[in-house]
């Protein structure tokens, strides 16, 4: 747990103004923590990835490399128990009630990519209750509603051929490839909040991921 943030500005010799922006830097890094009745505290994990635009931006984009707008299309909302493999990356309890959301993502009402989003039942109870008024930017709804702020994400990237579902989704014909984006989200206790799949077809877009 860091001192007040008086005693750091005395410490270091600068005005509490520019305590407060440090640690605000830090925070949104993932490096600290600030929790009530307790304070700041360093969370232990080194920030490899800046979410300053994670939540806000649509990864694929125009070959000409132009931001594109998405919107999502709900497919179908499932409440079941974890499998094995799930309950494991997620940190569960085995059999242990998870949320599923299975969602298109479109471009100008052209369908680009679809995901499978898994997380626990008791971690944000109620997120997906209604399947007909789900939230079309799930991040932002965690922190806001259940105090769950994603501060990493493990991303990992592969080629795959398309499955039937995904020539249906996609509007694909066999043999087709689809690139699978396979990702785990972390919060600042570094403790797994979510799984996400990604399936999308690169077509007539392209995959950026920009670092800052």
């Known amino acids: 747990m860091l001192p007040a943030e ?3 500005a ?3 010799r600068v005005s509490v103004g520019t305590i407060r922006r440090a640690l605000g ?3 949104s890094g993932g490096i ?11 969370t232990g994990r080194t920030a490899h990835h800046s979410l300053r635009f994670f939540y806000d931006y649509f990864r694929l984009h125009s070959r000409e490399g132009d931001f594109q707008n998405s919107s999502s ?4 909302v499932e409440h079941r128990p974890a499998s094995d493999s799930e309950a494991e990356r997620l940190g ?3 059999g242990a009630g998870v949320q599923v959301l299975h969602r298109l ?13 898994i997380l626990s039942s008791e971690l944000a109870p109620g997120l997906l209750a209604d399947p007909q008024n789900v939230p079309e930017r799930i991040y932002p709804l965690l922190w806001s509603e259940y105090g ?5 994400i493990r991303e990992q990237l592969e080629a795959d051929l398309a499955t039937e579902e995904d020539c249906a989704l996609l509007n694909l014909t066999p043999p087709a490839a689809v690139m699978v984006l396979n990702e785990v989200a972390y919060d600042e206790m570094a403790q797994p909040i979510l799984i996400n799949y990604h399936r999308a077809t690169t077509k007539n877009d392209v995959y950026i991921n920009e670092i800052q």
Not at 73 to 76: A, E, K, V, Y
Not at 105 to 114: E, G, I, N, S, Y
Request: hydrophobic share 50%.
């Open 6 to 8: 008086i005693a750091l």
């Open 105 to 117: 993502r479109l471009v100008a009402d052209r369908p680009v990519m679809h995901d499978l989003i």
């Open 10 to 12: 005395k410490e270091f």
């Open 25 to 27: 830097d830090l925070t």
């Open 148 to 152: 769950l702020k994603i501060s990493a």
């Open 32 to 42: 600290l923590a600030r929790r009530r009745k307790t304070g700041t505290v360093v």
């Open 92 to 94: 569960l309890a085995p």
């Open 73 to 76: 299309r709900t497919l179908r």
